[in-house]
Nanobody, 121 residues
C-alpha cells in the first residue's frame, strides 16, 4: 500500500486548505484512514480519522474546524481544514490500517510521506 499526500502550502490565519491522500496498491475501501501531524520539535499527534465503517473522530484541537472524508471509491481521503491557526503549522501525514487505526500512531500500518502546512499570522 502506497499513500501519497498532497495539498499542503502556506496560508494566512483564518484561511483554508484541503489535503488529499491517494492510496494505491490495494483497494482501501474497508480500511481505517486518518491524518496525523508533527510540528517542529514536537511529537506526532492525532488529527482525524475514519474507522472502517466511516465514522469520523477528531482531536479536540481541530474539532469544528477540520473535516475528514473519503471518496466513493474509498481510495482517497481528504482533510478539509478551515479557520486555520498558526498552531496548525506542521507536516501532515496520512495513514491507513486494515484493522483498527486509533488515536495512537503506533496502531497504523501504512504512512504517507507527509505534506507541509504553514499558517502565518
Amino acid at each position: 500500500v502506497q499513500l501519497q499526500a498532497s495539498g499542503g502550502g502556506l496560508v494566512q490565519l483564518g484561511g483554508s486548505l484541503r489535503l488529499s491522500c491517494a492510496a494505491s496498491g490495494r483497494t482501501l475501501s474497508t480500511y481505517a484512514m486518518g491524518w496525523f501531524r508533527q510540528a517542529p520539535g514536537k511529537e506526532r499527534e492525532f488529527v482525524a480519522r475514519l474507522n472502517k465503517i466511516g465514522r469520523a473522530f477528531y482531536a479536540e484541537s481541530v474539532k469544528g474546524r477540520f473535516d475528514i472524508a473519503r471518496n466513493d471509491a474509498g481510495n482517497t481521503v481528504y482533510l478539509q481544514m478551515n479557520s486555520l491557526k498558526p498552531e496548525d503549522t506542521a507536516v501532515y501525514y496520512c495513514t491507513a490500517d486494515p484493522n483498527f487505526g486509533t488515536d495512537l500512531s503506533r496502531t497504523w500500518a501504512y504512512w504517507g510521506q507527509g505534506t507541509l502546512v504553514t499558517v502565518s499570522s
